[in-house]
Structures are given as C-alpha cells and as structure tokens.
C-alpha cells in the first residue's frame, strides 16, 4: 500500500517569487510518482511524472519535481510563478500494477498574489 | 482528441434515486478508472478497467455502487439508491501503458 503526504494545505505567494510545494510519500514496493493540477471547478491536468531514469523531471510551463528515494520525497518547485498558476495542486503515486492507479495527497492550494 | 468526456456535468437528484454517470476515454486508452473527490476524503480510486475487465474495485464504497465498460469507448458508474452522503465530484480517467492518467472534467453529484 502507498500513502501520500502534502505538508502544506495552502501556499501564499507573491508573483514572480519562488515555490515549493511539498510531497512525501511511502511505499513498501518501486513507486512512479506524478503531480497534478486542478483549476476550479475542473479536472485535473496531468503536470509531470518520475517513472524512471534522471530523478529531475521538468514540465512545459517551468515546474520541475525532483525524486528523492532516500527522503522519500517529490517537491514540487518553480523560481519564479505567476498569477495564472493559482491552482491546487496534487501529488500522487502509482505502485506500478498500473500508471493510472494512483493514491493521492491531500492537495495544496497555490495562491499567487500580484 | 476531445481528451476524456463525462456526462452529465452536474446532476441533482433525490435520495433514492438511481444515477448514471457516464464516461467516454480517449481514443486507444486501454486502462479506464473511476475517480471520487470530497472535501472529506480527497481523490478515491472507486474502480479500474483494463481492456474493459474490471480489475479493482475495493474502492467501491458500498453494493449500491456499480460501473461497467461494455466496449473500448463507453463506461458507466451506477449508483442506486443514491443517499446524499454520495454527493461529491465523481472523474472520470484514462491511460495507455505509461502515459499517466487523463481526467475529465467530472460530475458533479448533489443527492437532496
């Protein structure tokens, strides 16, 4: 069974900054790891995805997350956001049985302020 | 692609009743999952396809709840009777081998 944990339920900042959104997750088998975004009152968009290979993964619009086995960790970062990129955001796992089946944190809201 | 299409996008309807919420995955996908989302519980697997085979449903919270793939392209999620404690936000998703899942835009569910 896989579990994940987002430490922050909401993340303020201001426009331009830096943010990391934290996951930590924990498995007892290999784990494929995933962040989604869900703007409201939709559905979730698939962000990016670690299932092998180099542990940086970058998305299109400057998100990247990093795979940390010895931490057990997936935070989500990006140097510099913007106002659009207010969302909640969700991390997730997959135990590999299949990429879709996946347990999912808590979510944490990103508010980025002008 | 339309990406994954759900029907309807809201339904309201009485304690009692039965409701079928209706999915269409993307063209090729061969994985189809049932998604919940509640304020209470965050984002549930209820259930997963794989080439239209049920192969999970330990999410299913109760025996009202029901979902079938009849073919490639068309699943439903039955629930009947519905109580309102079933209101939420059920998603529907696809995927092909790694791909990650692919989302609709969901249901929204209110039982009166």
């Known amino acids: 069974a896989q579990s994940v944990t987002q430490l922050d339920s909401q993340v303020p900042v201001f426009e331009e900054a830096p943010v990391e959104l934290r996951c930590n997750y924990s498995?007892?088998?290999?784990?494929?790891l995933f962040w989604y975004v869900q703007y409201p009152n939709q559905g979730l968009q698939l962000l990016l995805k670690y299932l092998s290979g180099s542990t940086l993964v970058k998305s299109i619009n400057g998100f990247e997350a990093e795979f940390n086995k010895s931490q057990t960790s997936f935070h989500l970062r990006k140097p510099s956001v913007h106002i659009s990129d207010t969302a909640e955001y969700f991390c997730?796992?997959?135990?590999?049985?299949?990429?879709?089946?996946?347990?999912f944190g808590q979510g944490t809201i990103l508010t980025v302020h002008p | 692609d339309a990406g994954v299409i759900q029907s309807p996008r809201h339904e309201v309807t009485e304690m009692g009743q039965e409701v079928t919420l209706r999915c269409k995955p993307i063209?090729?996908?061969?994985?189809l999952f049932w998604y919940r989302q509640t304020m209470m519980r965050g984002l549930e697997l209820l259930i997963y396809f794989n080439n239209n085979v049920p192969i999970d449903d330990s999410g299913m919270p109760e025996d009202r709840f029901s979902a079938k793939m009849p073919n490639a392209s068309f699943s439903t999620l039955k629930i009947q009777p519905s109580e309102p404690r079933d209101s939420a936000v059920y998603f529907c998703a696809s995927s092909l081998g790694d791909s990650g899942a692919f989302f609709g835009q969901g249901t929204r569910l209110t039982v009166v």
């Open positions: 997730a796992v997959s135990g590999g049985t299949s990429y879709g089946k996946l347990t």
């Open positions: 498995s007892s088998v290999s784990v494929y």
């Open positions: 063209s090729g996908h061969n994985s």
